[in-house]
T-cell receptor, first 114, second 115 residues
Framework: EAQVTQNPRYLITVTGKKLTVTCSQNMNHEYMSWYRQDPGLGLRQIYYSMNVEVTDKGDVPEGYKVSRKEKRNFPLILESPSPNQTSLYFC?????????????FGPGTRLTVT | AQSVTQLDSHVSVSEGTPVLLRCNYSSSYSPSLFWYVQHPNKGLQLLLKYTSAATLVKGINGFEAEFKKSETSFHLTKPSAHMSDAAEYFCVVKPPSGGYNKLIFGAGTRLAVHP
């Protein structure tokens, strides 16, 4: 089954404790992206990647890092989480360009930083 | 700059009555437009997509949307609401990019369906 998976689905952590949220897709998509969802703000892009070893900042990149060492994986790293990073996070992937470039979303990771 | 405005943060309808979720966009160029749905505790699912072919786009679960360039609108409709339609709906614009696949989301409309 074609899908985007994220782990963990739920995470409660404390300020300053490094964490990684994993994202994996099995559709051979070039493009992958991380979003955060906050009430009343919709989804905002954190980082994106157009292929292996090619990453760039989205609209709200502060406090986050990413890497793209393999095509299928795109982990999100919070080196020193803070309470304002409490949010619902989504990973997405898609083909690049053409008419089949709609993004497929993972199930989400709900992060709470205390 | 591209932007998306969903005109209602909450919409409440009775089961069996029509649904209208309103969306206006601003874009300097002809964008791709999408509607996504998010059911409680679930990820986002693509409902439908407009890419400059037909202006009336049919999606899954009986939803459709009409692209009106003169009004810069892309409203989502369904003739008869079902209880399972209760969810949050996002209108999304993707500017023409030449390879950069950025999506710009509206703030969302929460649809409640009452018996």
């Amino acid at each position: 089954e074609a899908q985007v998976t994220q782990n963990p689905r739920y995470l409660i952590t404390v300020t300053g404790k490094k964490l990684t949220v994993t994202c994996s897709q099995n559709m051979n998509h070039e493009y992958m992206s991380w979003y955060r969802q906050d009430p009343g703000l919709g989804l905002r892009q954190i980082y994106y990647s157009m292929n292996v070893e090619v990453t760039d900042k989205g609209d709200v990149p502060e406090g986050y890092k990413v890497s793209r060492k393999e095509k299928r994986n795109f982990p999100l790293i919070l080196e020193s989480p803070s309470p304002n990073q409490t949010s619902l996070y989504f990973c997405a992937s898609s083909l690049l360009g053409g008419t089949r470039d709609e993004q497929y979303f993972g199930p989400g990771t709900r992060l709470t930083v205390t | 700059a591209q932007s998306v405005t969903q005109l209602d943060s909450h919409v409440s309808v009775s089961e069996g009555t029509p649904v209208l979720l309103r969306c206006n966009y601003s874009s300097s160029y002809s964008p791709s437009l999408f509607w996504y749905v998010q059911h409680p505790n679930k990820g986002l699912q693509l409902l439908l997509k407009y890419t400059s072919a037909a202006t009336l786009v049919k999606g899954i679960n009986g939803f459709e949307a009409e692209f009106k360039k003169s009004e810069t609108s892309f409203h989502l409709t369904k003739p008869s609401a079902h209880m399972s339609d209760a969810a949050e709906y996002f209108c999304v614009v993707k500017p023409p990019s030449g390879g950069y696949n950025k999506l710009i989301f509206g703030a969302g409309t929460r649809l409640a369906v009452h018996p």
